[in-house]
């Protein structure tokens, strides 16, 4: 699988995030940070599986609504805890389209 169309920035706006499905049915979280960078990332929390897109999103920092883990959506490093993180996925984008390539990219599970 190569790149695919995900979404429009018109599906989400500078500051927010939302859920996308690829064809093979993998959520993927498009964040949108504040100062327009798009950002694709694994869709469930690597700590418990909750849903990323229910937390709380400032533009930047993304905060899990189960156990308020909080990830820098810049680049998806864990900042509590610090030894967390997202996996991304790489993103392209032509005019408006959003495009996301999952190939060999594995969702972050936080050790027990
Ligand atoms: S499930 Fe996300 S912090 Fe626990």
Known sequence: MAFEKI???DDVWEGEMEVFETSDKT????TV??????KAYQA???HQD????EGEFDGKQL???AHLWQFDCTNGK???PEDSKLSEYPIKLEGDDVFVNIEGITPFVAPT
């Open 44 to 46: 469930m929390c690597p």
């Open 78 to 80: 864990g900042i509590n």
């Open 7 to 9: 979404c429009t920035l």
């Open 27 to 30: 959520e993927v979280l498009v």
């Open 63 to 65: 905060t899990c609504r």
């Open 33 to 38: 940070i504040d100062g327009g960078d798009v």
């Open 50 to 53: 909750i849903p990323l897109v």
